[in-house]
């Protein structure tokens, strides 16, 4: 079974530019949940989606956004860039939307550069 | 709310030694999920093992066992004879019904294993 997918890989941005990063998830996962990792923050959430709803949000401002499709495929958009929206970011699926058994899978990660 | 610390960041081992990386958390929930995942420099998160908090046993996979000590919060993962490959930089996660479905990630270990 193919793994979660992200698209692009890397990405380099000036700032007030806005992008758009996509993931496919494992085939039959129906979560789909955003991560961004940066030096100094760490792995911070960003939010979740099930069923074309995001039913989680983490502590990110406006700019960023997400959105989900009936196959499950989510972007994620950050728009007017910062310099700090440099970072890794992550998806990942998961099966259910549920509790402390759901274990989410990543993909590889889309490398966002912003100067 | 719920906390991942991990307090070691950097760990050094020779090939075929066994590993303890070391995982507290904090949590007010009765039902949560640890997880441990493996960082490459590739940027690619990749699942380990995971431990439910009822389950009475240990959690195994493969060369990677997860000591789990409920009443001292507790989650060290145990890695048994490294490889070269290993080296990775390596996180301990957790969710529950406080973060619902987000994974509140530690800083992350290095381990380096040598020839």
């Known amino acids: 079974k193919a793994g979660v997918t992200q698209t692009p890989r890397y990405l380099i941005k000036t700032r007030g530019q806005q992008v758009t990063l996509s993931c496919s998830p494992i085939?039959?996962?129906?979560?789909v949940s955003w991560y961004q990792q940066t030096p100094g923050q760490g792995l911070q959430f960003l939010f979740e989606?099930?069923?074309?709803?995001?039913?989680n949000k983490g502590n990110f401002p406006g700019r960023f956004s997400g959105r989900q499709f009936s196959n499950s495929r989510s972007e994620m958009n950050v728009s007017t860039l910062e310099l700090g929206d440099s970072a890794l970011y992550l998806c990942?699926?998961?099966?259910?939307?549920?509790?402390?058994?759901?274990?989410?899978?990543f993909g590889p990660g889309t490398r966002l550069t912003v100067l | 709310a719920q906390k991942i610390t991990q307090t070691q960041p950097g760990m050094f081992v020779q090939e075929k030694e066994a590993v303890t990386l070391d995982c507290t958390y904090d949590?007010?929930?009765?039902?949560?999920?640890l997880f441990w995942y493996k960082q490459p420099s590739s940027g690619e998160m990749i699942f380990l093992i995971y431990?439910?908090?009822?389950?009475?046993q240990n959690a195994t996979e493969g060369r990677y066992s997860l000591n789990f000590q409920k009443a001292r919060k507790s989650a060290n993962l145990v890695i048994s004879a490294s490889q070269l490959g290993d080296s990775a930089m390596y996180f301990c996660?957790?969710?529950?019904?406080?973060?619902?479905?987000?994974?509140?990630f530690g800083k992350g270990t290095t381990l380096s294993v040598s020839s």
């Open positions: 990942a699926s998961s099966l259910e939307r549920g509790g402390p058994t759901d274990t989410q899978y």
């Open positions: 085939s039959g996962h129906r979560s």
């Open positions: 431990q439910g908090s009822y389950d009475e």
């Open positions: 996660a957790m969710n529950g019904n406080q973060a619902g479905t987000a994974l509140i």
């Open positions: 949590t007010s929930d009765q039902s949560y999920g």
């Open positions: 989606y099930f069923s074309e709803t995001q039913r």
